[in-house]
Every structure is written in structure tokens, then in C-alpha cells.
């Protein structure tokens, strides 16, 4: 019998190495490299898992593919359509990851019951509740169906025979994180273990169409647990963020074959689970403190989505030697970029002040379009000038003071204009690109001393 090889796997990238470091060398963690035993497979086992079904297909012609065997699959949630580019694509890989308590497995086993009910024939795999716990959650969340099966497990051999006898349409995992390949003596949750379960889901999905959800753990720092490649296998990677204080949950696309991505969708946990908010905007914007300084309103576009949030800003003088900068929602180094800028270009002193942001409403930005509004609300708190309720400031600002050009203005304003905004400042090169309303103020600017100009005086 030949002897077992051991190897050391580093549990947060994957790199193996015979022998014990305390740094790995690859993603120079400390301390993540675990004791592995690694088994020699079996080749008919390896041969069945490596084939799957792949030997019944044949090359084809480009102009022989026809999209009509895939059509896209509508769950009657539409921010779920919106964030998955459309719909639901057969035989497509989705991966969600979030925060433990934030709603993803309240949101598939919503979304499992509504596929279950149009026809479609649902498996619910969870290594994490008994099926008695998973009916209790469905009778809250009113979610009954025929073709709806559940399955407490987390051997992926019996997972397979059964997907193999009851040929379901949709399959759930919850979550990829408790699922284990019998022929690897890697421990539950290890990297080699999810890559190894990951790949088995892909090879199911592709090779017999059938569309698997898998719920994914995430770290402290955010990232979905497990090696980087999980998110390069899967086809949509989807993030469900949100304040577990707040009842309102972000569900964000940061990867997408079938549609845009940075797409977002919100929705209201409440008792009787996930419903969505068709306009965000006025939620983000309806504790709006009117006669506040420090604070701006931005449209910031969310894949193909404009969304009107408030950024605040506090401004003190410092107490200590070193100026504070605190963000939520918002980029830190991408605050300290504008103040830098306001110093230099606009003449405020603010290297002994602490400065203090967020994103109202819990959303985070990251985009160059927010700049402008980052820079009027830190001058209206550093500066005690409120500015009017109803202007809108959308723009980059430039290293030089300069306000630079953004995509998709038009989008952007025709937003602002719903939600009663009657003056809108912009980039002066957008003003000469797009269609705009002309029954709302749209002031065009070049500099960034202009801007502030037109948002005090």
C-alpha cells in the first residue's frame, strides 16, 4: 500500500507546499497553510468525474447555435431580473455571497418557490439546516410547491445520484462551504475542498442545463471564504450587502457573462420576507434634513441604474496632531484625493480638520461621478454654508481643479428631474453630448472654484 502523501494547502489562496510556513509565500498570509492528506483517486472515478457528460458533445458551427433552446427564465422578482442581466439564463452557475443573517437563503428559498409554481422542478440542498427547519422558514415566507424537494446533505456523491434521478430544472446549495468530496481527505471547507465542489456544480450545470445557485460564505474582510478562483468558475457572482441594524438589503452583481455588471437591486426584509423597492432614490433620500450643512445629493449610476443618494460630510478642527479621515459607504483614499484637491486648488485649510463621510441610506459608492458632490458637501460643513435643497451635483473632479466629463448625463438627470431636483450642475463638456430636459437649471461647469461659486453665492 503506498504511503499517504501530506502537503500543506494555504486555506485563503490555495498554494500547496510540502512542508510546513508559517507565511505563505504566495498571498503572504500568516498562519493559513493547513495539514493536508493527499489521496491518490481512483481512475475510474476520475475518469467519471472528469468526462461527466462532455463526451456526448460535438464542436459547432457559431451559425448553428440557436438561442432559442435558452431562453431567459423571469422569477417574479424583478430586481432579481434586473441584477441577473434579464433573467434567469438555464444551466448557468450563480454564485451569492453576504454577510451570515443578511437574507440569502431567505431570497433563494423565495425564489425556489416562485420557480417551483411555474412549472419548473426545484432541489434545495442545505448542509446547514435539517429539512424541518428549512419548513418552518418556508411557512413564514408562504413558499408551497409540488415540484419543490428538499434535502438535508453534504456528501456531493449523493447529491449527484439524486440530481441524477429526480433531473431537477433548478438546484439551491447552501451552502458550497459544507458540501464534501468523499475522495478528498481534505477537512470540510478547505480550499481544495470548495475548488474540487465547485467545479463538480459547474460540470452539472453545463452538462446537463440545469441552473444551480450556490450560497457562498464570506470572510471578515468581505470576500467570499475559499480560493479566488470559486468567482472565476461561476458565472454571476452576486453580493448581498446591507446594515443587519437596517432592514434594507443591496443585492450587487460584481460579476456577470448574461448582463452589465455593478448592477444592483434593493430590497425590505420585513416578517414575511424579501420585498423589493422599485425606487430606491426616495428611500435614500427621505430623511433628507433640510437647512443641514455638509450635505450634497449625487446621482450615482449602479450598472444601468441611476440612484439619487445623499453624501454628508462633518468637519471639526482636530484635537490631535494627526487630521482624521473616516468614510462610510465611500472610498477613503478617494476622500482624501478631493480634499487635497479643495486645499490646493480651492484655498480651504483642511489638513488640521477631521473630516467624516458616508453614503446615507447604508449604499456604497465608488465612482468618478461622485467627486463633485464629495467636494461641495465637505466645503458646506468646513465653510457652515447650507446648500439649496434642490440642487443636484454630478462630476469628476480633476488633480488640477478641473471638472471632467461622466457617462450616461442624460440618464442621470432625467433622474434627478423626476425626484423634483430643479437645478442640476454638470461638467461643462456634457453639456454639448446629450438630449437634456429644458424645463430644469442645468448649469454647466469648468472648475471646481465654479462649482463652488454656483452651489454658495
Same mark, same amino acid.
Given at each position: 500500500?503506498?504511503? +499517504?502523501k501530506?502537503?500543506?494547502?494555504?486555506?485563503?489562496?490555495g498554494?500547496?507546499?510540502?512542508?510546513?510556513?508559517g507565511?505563505?509565500p504566495?498571498?503572504?498570509q500568516?498562519?493559513?497553510?493547513?495539514?493536508?492528506?493527499e489521496?491518490?483517486?481512483?481512475k475510474?472515478v476520475a475518469?467519471t468525474?472528469?468526462t461527466?457528460?462532455?463526451s456526448?458533445?460535438?464542436?459547432?458551427?457559431l451559425?448553428d447555435v440557436s438561442?432559442k433552446?435558452?431562453?431567459?427564465?423571469?422569477?417574479?422578482?424583478?430586481?432579481?431580473?434586473?441584477?441577473?442581466?434579464?433573467?434567469?439564463?438555464p444551466g448557468?452557475?450563480?454564485?451569492i455571497?453576504?454577510?451570515?443573517?443578511i437574507g440569502?437563503?431567505?431570497?433563494l428559498?423565495?425564489?425556489?418557490?416562485?420557480?417551483a409554481?411555474?412549472?419548473?422542478?426545484?432541489?434545495?440542498?442545505?448542509?446547514?439546516e435539517?429539512a424541518?427547519q428549512?419548513?418552518?422558514r418556508a411557512d413564514r415566507l408562504?413558499?408551497?410547491s409540488?415540484?419543490?424537494?428538499l434535502?438535508p446533505?453534504?456528501?456531493?456523491?449523493?447529491?449527484?445520484?439524486?440530481i441524477?434521478?429526480?433531473?431537477?430544472?433548478y438546484v439551491?446549495i447552501?451552502?458550497?462551504q459544507t458540501?464534501q468530496e468523499p475522495?478528498?481527505s481534505?477537512a470540510?471547507?478547505?480550499?481544495?475542498q470548495?475548488r474540487?465542489?465547485?467545479?463538480?456544480l459547474?460540470r452539472?450545470?453545463?452538462?446537463?442545463g440545469?441552473?444551480?445557485f450556490?450560497?457562498g460564505?464570506?470572510?471578515k474582510?468581505?470576500?467570499?471564504a475559499g480560493?479566488?478562483?470559486?468567482?472565476h468558475?461561476?458565472?454571476t457572482?452576486?453580493y448581498f450587502?446591507g446594515d443587519?441594524?437596517h432592514?434594507?438589503?443591496?443585492l450587487r452583481?460584481v460579476?456577470?457573462?448574461?448582463?452589465?455588471t455593478?448592477e444592483?437591486?434593493?430590497?425590505?426584509?420585513?416578517?414575511?420576507?424579501?420585498?423589493?423597492?422599485n425606487?430606491?432614490s426616495e428611500?435614500?433620500l427621505e430623511e433628507?434634513l433640510k437647512? +443641514?450643512?455638509?450635505s450634497a445629493v449625487?446621482v450615482?449610476?449602479?450598472g444601468t441604474?441611476p440612484?439619487?443618494v445623499?453624501?454628508?460630510?462633518?468637519?471639526?478642527?482636530?484635537?490631535?496632531?494627526?487630521a482624521?479621515?473616516?468614510?462610510?459607504g465611500?472610498?477613503q483614499?478617494?476622500?482624501?484625493l478631493?480634499?487635497?484637491?479643495?486645499e490646493?486648488? +480651492?484655498?480651504l485649510?483642511?489638513?488640521n480638520?477631521d473630516a467624516?463621510?458616508?453614503a446615507?441610506?447604508g449604499?456604497?459608492l465608488?465612482?468618478?461621478?461622485?467627486?463633485l458632490?464629495?467636494a461641495?458637501?465637505i466645503?458646506?460643513?468646513?465653510r457652515?454654508?447650507?446648500t439649496?435643497?434642490t440642487?443636484?451635483?454630478?462630476?469628476?473632479?480633476?488633480?488640477t481643479g478641473?471638472i471632467?466629463?461622466?457617462?450616461?448625463?442624460?440618464?442621470?438627470?432625467?433622474?434627478?428631474?423626476k425626484l423634483?431636483?430643479k437645478?442640476i450642475?454638470?461638467?461643462?463638456?456634457?453639456?454639448?453630448?446629450a438630449?437634456?430636459p429644458? #424645463?430644469?437649471e442645468?448649469r454647466?461647469?469648468?472648475t471646481? #472654484?465654479?462649482?463652488?461659486h454656483f452651489?454658495?453665492d
Open positions: 500500500m503506498a504511503k +499517504a501530506i502537503k500543506y494547502v494555504c486555506q485563503n489562496c498554494y500547496s507546499s510540502p512542508r510546513y510556513l507565511r505563505c504566495n498571498c503572504g500568516w498562519n493559513t497553510l493547513v495539514e493536508e492528506v489521496k491518490k483517486q481512483p475510474a475518469s468525474l472528469s461527466g457528460t462532455s456526448s458533445n460535438k464542436p459547432q458551427l451559425k438561442l433552446q435558452t431562453p431567459r427564465v423571469q422569477t417574479q422578482i424583478n430586481e432579481l431580473n434586473r441584477v441577473l442581466g434579464g433573467g434567469i439564463v448557468s452557475l450563480v454564485l455571497g453576504g454577510d451570515p443573517g440569502k437563503s431567505t431570497l428559498l423565495q425564489v425556489s418557490g416562485q420557480l409554481q411555474t412549472g419548473g422542478k426545484v432541489l434545495y440542498v442545505s448542509g446547514e435539517s424541518n428549512i419548513k418552518l408562504a413558499v408551497s409540488d415540484d419543490f424537494y434535502y446533505e453534504t456528501d456531493m456523491e449523493a447529491i449527484r445520484a439524486n441524477d434521478n429526480l433531473k431537477p430544472d439551491i447552501d451552502s458550497v458540501m475522495e478528498m481534505s470540510v471547507g478547505s480550499v481544495s470548495v474540487e465542489v465547485t467545479a463538480d459547474m452539472l450545470a453545463k452538462g446537463q440545469i441552473t444551480i450556490v450560497v460564505h464570506v470572510t474582510g468581505g470576500a467570499i480560493p479566488k478562483i470559486l468567482e468558475m461561476v458565472d457572482v452576486l450587502e443587519l441594524h432592514s434594507y438589503r443591496i452583481a460579476k456577470n457573462r448574461f448582463g452589465s455593478n444592483i437591486g434593493v430590497f425590505d426584509m420585513r416578517e414575511d420576507g424579501l420585498q423589493e423597492v425606487n430606491p428611500i435614500f433628507r437647512g +443641514a450643512t455638509g449625487v450615482s449610476l449602479e441604474r440612484i439619487l445623499e453624501i454628508q460630510a462633518l468637519v471639526t478642527p482636530t484635537a490631535f496632531g494627526n482624521k479621515r473616516t468614510t462610510a465611500l472610498n483614499n478617494r476622500v482624501s478631493i480634499m487635497a484637491v479643495l490646493k486648488r +480651492a484655498g485649510m483642511l489638513q480638520q467624516y463621510l458616508k446615507a441610506g449604499v456604497k465608488d465612482e468618478p461621478a461622485i467627486d458632490a464629495l461641495i458637501s466645503a458646506s460643513s468646513y457652515e454654508k447650507e439649496v435643497p440642487d443636484c451635483f454630478i462630476g469628476e473632479v480633476g488633480l478641473e471632467r466629463r461622466v457617462s450616461d448625463i442624460e440618464t442621470r438627470v432625467k433622474e434627478a428631474q423634483g431636483f437645478r450642475i454638470i461638467p461643462q463638456n456634457n453639456l454639448a453630448e438630449h437634456l429644458e #424645463n430644469v442645468i454647466g461647469v469648468k471646481l #472654484n465654479q462649482a463652488l452651489a454658495f
